[in-house]
């Protein structure tokens, strides 16, 4: 199929603030102060776990409706830990980003565990945001020309 | 160094919405009605682009910190193309995500074009959003229990 371009443009403001424009949405990410902020909005790494469940919402009531599963509500949670070294600038085997995100979905549904398990697999697979953190993906990043 | 935890939760408004917490924040992630939502927010994937640039920022600022670098301004334009065919249900090749990001910034700053493209690479580096695009990351995803 053809892709379909997204972008995003953001502006900074020192030392941790970014406001970012997607489309006619803006989306601040900062840091709380005890990571060099002032906390005006969610950190870089909570947008990664707000990225991924809004996927994973996404996907998983598309293929309900295709199923004929009926979903009365749901909650995404997710989490991870890392470990601030490399962040830091010192020299560490760990990697910069998290170990492992866990996400755990509770599902108001009259679909079986079984159809369930199979829903959430089936929605991994097809999440853009999920295949972009578990797979790799080439990064660019380059001077503005000019 | 010890790890540190980060989390969210949110609640789902069908049939593409997520209203996200994340400590005091809320962040409202939605598709366009093209893509099948309400149009109330950001899209998942623009979440990530905005992941990215919002985790480059600090970096950069920290970095330029460290060497002395002075940052008058920065503009971080992020963007990526996808193909629909796996998240639509298709059997394709085409991976479900971006099949590659590109991040352009716009950094005003007494700093030579060399040193600019060094602390570019070692943000990349440090940049834990970063990593866990460009690197795989094991993600699991369960339904809660009970």
Redesign the interface.
């Known amino acids: ?12 403001t ?5 406001d ?1 424009s ?2 006619e ?1 803006t ?1 601040t ?1 900062d ?2 102060p005890a ?3 002032t906390d005006a ?19 998983i ?3 309900a ?2 199923r004929g599963i009926t ?1 009365e ?18 020299k ?1 085997e ?14 108001r549904t009259d679909a079986s ?1 079984e159809q ?2 199979d829903l ?1 697999r089936a ?22 020309a000019g």
């Open positions: 199929m053809p892709t379909i371009d997204f972008s995003t443009s953001g502006t900074s020192p030392p941790a603030r970014l970012v997607a489309r949405f989306l990410i840091e709380p990571l060099g902020g909005g969610a950190n870089p790494v909570e947008y990664v776990l707000a990225a991924l469940s809004g996927c994973l919402n996404v996907v009531h598309m293929i409706a295709e979903i509500g749901m909650t995404i949670r997710a989490r991870g830990a890392l470990d601030p070294a490399r962040l830091s600038g010192r560490t760990a990697r910069a980003g998290f170990q492992s995100i866990e996400v755990e979905v509770d599902l565990a369930v398990a959430l929605a991994e697979e097809r999440c853009p945001v999920s295949d972009n953190l578990a797979h790799p993906t080439p990064i660019s990043i380059a001077p503005a």
